[in-house]
């Protein structure tokens, strides 16, 4: 009896936590949501000097263990029944990359997604443009971004791991509200 009343307390108190999660799943299924991912694992920081945009041989890339992480995203979104979401990213390679890697479809570069980690006084219009660009984009489809530290920070003021995930509510407001943080898979 004992044993079952344990079990009961635990469930009760596991299930907010769990509903939380699924609401937050069910609100990116139905485009009521967004989900904006930190690229995946790109070791350093920043750029090397000689970075230039189209150029991926000059900029810090995803190493074995990010492309794996990308993976794995696709293979969590999948499970939750997102297979053929929109996918925006950065034009930075390691970002570009993660969202190809997902192999959910084809990715659309998002300008307003780069990394202005050089350039931090570019952060408040950046973000402002990121909210505008996403709250103007039709609802009902699930909306992947692939994005950098630095945006999802002033977005969110959440540091992000690499490879780690939020779900937002939209529209999208500063700050953002977080439906649910997804762990890197």
């Known amino acids: ?30 485009g009521r949501a967004v989900l904006l991912l930190r690229h995946a694992t790109a070791p350093g920081t920043g750029d090397p000097a000689n970075f230039q945009l189209g150029d991926c041989r000059t900029q810090r890339n995803l190493n074995q263990a990010g492309r794996e992480q990308a ?3 696709g293979q969590l979104l999948r499970r939750q029944g997102i297979e053929h979401p929109r996918l925006l990213s950065s034009r930075w390679c390691r970002a570009q990359d993660t969202a190809s890697a997902m192999g959910l479809g084809a990715v659309e570069p998002a300008p307003v997604l780069d990394s202005f980690f050089v350039q931090p006084r570019q952060g408040a219009e950046r973000t402002r443009q990121l909210i505008e660009q996403i709250n103007a984009q039709p609802r009902g489809v699930p909306l992947v971004l692939v994005s950098h530290q630095v945006n999802i920070t002033a977005l969110t003021g959440i540091f992000p791991a690499s ?3 939020l779900v937002l509510a939209l529209p999208l407001s500063q700050p953002a509200r977080v439906l649910g943080r997804i762990a890197p898979p």
Do not use: D, I, K
């Open 71 to 73: 993976q794995r995203w």
């Open 1 to 30: 009896m004992r044993n079952l009343l344990v079990l009961g307390l635990a469930l009760l108190l596991a299930g907010p936590a769990s509903a939380t999660e699924a609401e937050a799943w069910q609100a990116l299924r139905e």
């Open 163 to 165: 490879g780690e995930g």
